[in-house]
């Protein structure tokens, strides 16, 4: 009886073992590097995109561009940066949001001209529908959707670091 409660532990500690070993090899599992050191994509892309953020110099010399250029820009575009203010009017989700950016309004302002932005990284707060936003954003072209009632949609499209992106304001 004694001998078998010992083999059933053993059992029991030799399954842990392999359970851990096996967990430590898939999460060591080791990232293959292009020939300046940088990491190369990975599967899912996300660790490839915060470990590739764009440069200070590409921040820096990001321009302005308006709604139409934007949107008829979008295959000569991809990878320029662009500065942008806007009202978010569609969360998405935790890293997607449709933003109005063209500014109308004589007398009450308001945002027109949607886009939508891939947000990567965690912003500084949390963002909701209403705020007013500035960020510095990479072109990827047009994006296609459908929306709520069927319609299909498309919009200029935005890669944008959490980083290069701060909450201006709120409409009331």
Same mark, same amino acid.
């Not at 705020?131 to 944008?160: H, K, M, Q």
């Given at each position: 009886?004694?001998?078998?409660?010992?083999?059933?532990?053993?059992?029991?500690?030799?399954?842990?073992?392999?359970?851990?070993?096996?967990?430590?090899?898939?999460?060591?599992?080791?990232?293959?590097?292009?020939?300046?050191?940088?990491?190369?994509?990975?599967?899912?892309?996300?660790?490839?995109?915060?470990?590739?953020?764009?440069?200070?110099?590409?921040?820096?010399?990001?321009?302005?561009?308006?709604?139409?250029?934007?949107?008829?820009?979008?295959?000569? @575009?991809? #990878?320029?940066?662009?500065? $942008?203010?806007? %009202?978010?009017?569609? =969360?998405?989700?935790?890293?997607?949001?449709?933003? &109005?950016?063209?500014?109308?309004?004589?007398?009450?302002?308001?945002?027109?001209?949607?886009?939508?932005?891939? @947000?990567? #990284?965690?912003?500084?707060? $949390?963002?909701? %529908?209403?705020?007013? =936003?500035?960020?510095?954003?990479?072109?990827?072209? &047009?994006?296609?959707?459908?929306?709520?009632?069927?319609?299909?949609?498309?919009?200029?499209?935005?890669?944008?670091?959490?980083?290069?992106?701060?909450? $201006?304001?709120?409409?009331?």
């Amino acid at each position: 009886m004694k001998n078998q409660k010992g083999i059933t532990l053993i059992t029991f500690i030799l399954i842990i073992a392999i359970v851990v070993i096996a967990i430590i090899f898939i999460i060591s599992k080791p990232v293959e590097h292009d020939t300046d050191g940088k990491p190369l994509a990975s599967d899912d892309g996300y660790g490839y995109l915060l470990s590739h953020k764009p440069s200070s110099e590409e921040i820096a010399n990001a321009t302005t561009i308006d709604y139409v250029n934007l949107y008829k820009g979008a295959n000569t @575009l991809n #990878g320029n940066f662009y500065k $942008i203010t806007g %009202e978010i009017v569609q =969360v998405v989700d935790d890293s997607h949001y449709h933003i &109005n950016m063209t500014k109308t309004g004589e007398y009450y302002t308001y945002y027109t001209d949607r886009i939508q932005i891939s @947000l990567i #990284g965690t912003p500084s707060e $949390i963002l909701m %529908e209403g705020d007013i =936003v500035s960020f510095t954003g990479e072109s990827l072209g &047009n994006y296609t959707y459908t929306a709520v009632l069927g319609n299909e949609s498309t919009v200029p499209y935005l890669r944008v670091y959490a980083e290069n992106l701060k909450v $201006i304001g709120h409409t009331e």
